[in-house]
């Protein structure tokens, strides 16, 4: 089994920052591209930033200067540094990975998309 664990949230004034934390854990060969998505409430999840294996990072127009997303592959962690939040940016983030399992040994592959359970993140004017 895969398990994708955030951890990181909480309540932060505005200006202020905070740094999520995501760790994959469980029957993983290898993970292709991580990403943070953030649903704030009664909206909808969309994308907040996406990186790559060699370190590559994408970031959405609204987070661009202020949001810093990093990897470490060796541990299959994910982060995001977040600087001068907004009480726009209060959301459920979660993290995502696309995990590739399996091994040489048996032969058997396979990919998937997981999903983390979410952290709060609540910004207050």
């Known amino acids: 089994q895969v398990r994708l664990v955030e951890s990181g949230g909480g309540l932060v004034q505005a200006g202020g920052s905070l740094r999520l934390s995501c760790e994959a854990s469980g029957s993983i060969h290898s993970i292709n591209s991580m990403a943070w998505y953030r649903q704030p409430p009664g909206n909808r999840r969309d994308l907040v930033a996406s990186?790559?294996?060699?370190?590559?990072?994408s970031y959405a127009d609204s987070v661009k200067g202020r949001f810093t997303i990093s990897r470490n592959n060796t541990k299959n962690w994910v982060y995001l540094q977040m600087n001068s939040l907004q009480p726009a940016d209060t959301a459920v983030y979660y993290c995502t990975a696309d995990i590739l399992q399996g091994s040489r040994a048996t032969g058997r592959w396979r990919q998937g998309t997981y999903w983390g359970q979410g952290t709060q993140v609540t910004v207050s004017s």
């Open positions: 990186i790559t294996t060699g370190g590559g990072a």
